[in-house]
C-alpha cells in the first residue's frame, strides 16, 4: 500500500515505511522530529518544473504532466519505492507542500499506482516534450486536428487556451518597450519556422498571440510547436 501525508502531521504506526519526495528539506522540521526512513529527493521535480509550477492550481494539468514525463526517466528510484512497498507492506509518501491535493506527491501516487497508463502503451497520447523538440512541417493533411488531440497537445505549452480553431495566449509585459522586444523575438522563431501567428498590441504593454494553420483552416501540429518554441523565450 501507498498512501502520502503531509510531513508536519504527527507520525504513526500506521505510516509504514516513510520516505520524504520533497527535493528540498522541508522548513521547520528537525530529521529527528521527521522520522524519515528515506529521503529521496532526486525523485521530485526538477527545479525547472518545480517553479514554474510554483504551487500555483491554474497550472496543474501542466505540471502533472511535466512531471510524470521525469518520472519515465527515473525507473530506478520508482523501482526503489515499489521495492520498499514489497518489504514494508506500507510505504508513506512524504510532503511539505500546504496545498493537499495539488503537490507533486499526489502525482508519484498516481504514477505509482499505475492510474495513467504509459505512454508507451498509448501511442495517442503525445509526450510533453514531442512538440518542444520538432521543427514547423507542412502538414500532410488537409484536415484540421481534431479538438480531442488538440487538448491534448495543449497540455505540453503553457497557459495557452483553446479558442474555436486556434491556440490564443495573452501577455503582459512590463513596458511598451519590452512589449515590442517580445514581438520582434516572436517574429524571428516565426520566421525561422516559417509559420507565423497573428499579433496583436494593445494598451501599450498587452501582447495577444493567436496560432492556426491557415492551410487546414484550423489547428495543426505545427501551432503547438510554435507556441512552445514561443514559451521559452527569455527577456531583458
Known amino acids: ?134 521543427k514547423c512541417k507542412p502538414p500532410k493533411k488537409a484536415l484540421s486536428m481534431l479538438r480531442e488531440e488538440a487538448e491534448k497537445h495543449l497540455k505540453q505549452v503553457e497557459d495557452w487556451n483553446l479558442v474555436n480553431n486556434a491556440i490564443e495566449k495573452n501577455y503582459k509585459l512590463k513596458d511598451f518597450r519590452q512589449a515590442i522586444e517580445f514581438i520582434n523575438k516572436v517574429a524571428d522563431i516565426a520566421e525561422a519556422e516559417n509559420h507565423h501567428p497573428d499579433i496583436l498590441l494593445w494598451n501599450w504593454n498587452n501582447v495577444k498571440l493567436t496560432l492556426s494553420t491557415h492551410a487546414v483552416k484550423g489547428l495543426s501540429k505545427n501551432d503547438f510547436v510554435l507556441a512552445s518554441r514561443i514559451d521559452k523565450i527569455e527577456l531583458k
Not at 501525508?5 to 520533497?22: H, S, T
Not at 528515506?38 to 525547472?48: A, M, N
Not at 504551487?55 to 510524470?68: A, I, L, S, V
Not at 511539505?96 to 492510474?115: M, T
Open 1 to 134: 500500500m501507498i498512501k502520502i501525508k503531509r510531513i508536519y502531521e504527527q507520525p504513526a504506526n500506521e505510516d509504514g515505511f516513510r520516505i520524504l519526495v520533497d527535493r528540498l528539506w522541508p522548513r521547520g522540521i528537525s530529521k529527528d522530529n521527521a522520522k524519515i526512513d528515506l529521503w529521496l529527493k532526486e525523485i521530485g521535480p526538477s527545479d525547472k518544473v518545480r517553479n514554474w509550477f510554483s504551487h500555483d492550481p491554474k497550472k496543474w494539468q501542466g505540471f502533472k504532466t511535466r512531471y510524470e514525463a521525469e518520472l519515465r526517466t527515473k525507473k530506478e528510484l520508482v523501482d526503489k519505492i515499489k521495492q520498499e512497498e514489497k518489504e514494508h507492506g506500507t510505504v508513506t509518501l512524504l510532503y511539505s507542500a500546504k496545498d493537499e491535493e495539488h503537490n507533486q506527491a499526489v502525482v508519484l501516487d498516481i504514477f505509482l499506482k499505475g492510474i495513467n497508463p504509459p505512454v508507451d502503451n498509448c501511442p495517442t497520447a503525445p509526450t510533453p516534450s514531442s512538440v518542444a523538440q520538432e
